[in-house]
């Protein structure tokens, strides 16, 4: 569910561009994306670097597409969208944040947040992400120089990539959980 609202801002927006306006799209994706910030200061929560970021990336084109007489197409948005989205993602890991850590540490134990394997384990998650925002990153940029190329494909390599993204983020924390007991239980032994 949480991965569902993390990446709700985006999807709200791919979904919509194929339905309305661009403008209407950005609005709700931007909407969206201070929903996501707001709840999390409600709840007395982090605020989040991806979310944030999604949130001033759509509050920043919406505000342009509102006030210019130029409209960006949905290609290039996504385009800027994943280029900022990547740039949030390599950004975490060059400060040493790695963004993913933020929603983990939300669901862990506090005595968990300072072990070198819980680091690790989303130093490789954000990277993860990172291979996957860069694999829909060159997906837009096909769009854009090869209009020839169906768009289906372009469209398929990012599904294929946010998917394979979201099913490791569930799936390697189990394993390394899964690691951790069975080296216990093999030290007990």
Not at 155 to 178: C, E, G, L
């Amino acid at each position: 569910m949480t991965m569902f609202l993390i990446l709700a801002p985006f999807a709200a927006f791919a979904t919509l561009t194929m339905l309305t306006t661009v403008k209407l799209s950005l609005a709700v994706a931007a909407a969206i994306g201070f929903g996501l910030v707001g709840w999390d200061l409600v709840k007395g929560r982090s605020l989040k670097m991806l979310s944030t970021g999604a949130m001033i990336l759509f509050v920043t084109l919406c505000g342009y597409h509102l006030l210019s007489k130029n409209e960006l197409s949905p290609t290039t948005i996504r385009l800027i969208v994943d280029t900022g989205v990547l740039a949030i993602a390599l950004g975490s890991i060059a400060i040493r944040k790695p963004f993913t850590i933020q929603y983990a540490r939300e669901v862990t134990d506090a005595e968990v947040h300072s072990q070198p394997r819980f680091i690790r384990t989303n130093y490789i998650l954000t990277w993860v992400w990172s291979a996957a925002f860069v694999l829909m990153l060159v997906a837009d940029i096909v769009s854009i120089y090869l209009p020839s190329m169906p768009l289906w494909v372009c469209a398929a390599i990012a599904f294929a990539a946010r998917n394979s993204a979201t099913y490791f983020t569930q799936w390697y924390p189990k394993h390394v959980r899964a690691a951790i007991t069975a080296s216990a239980n093999t030290a007990a032994a």
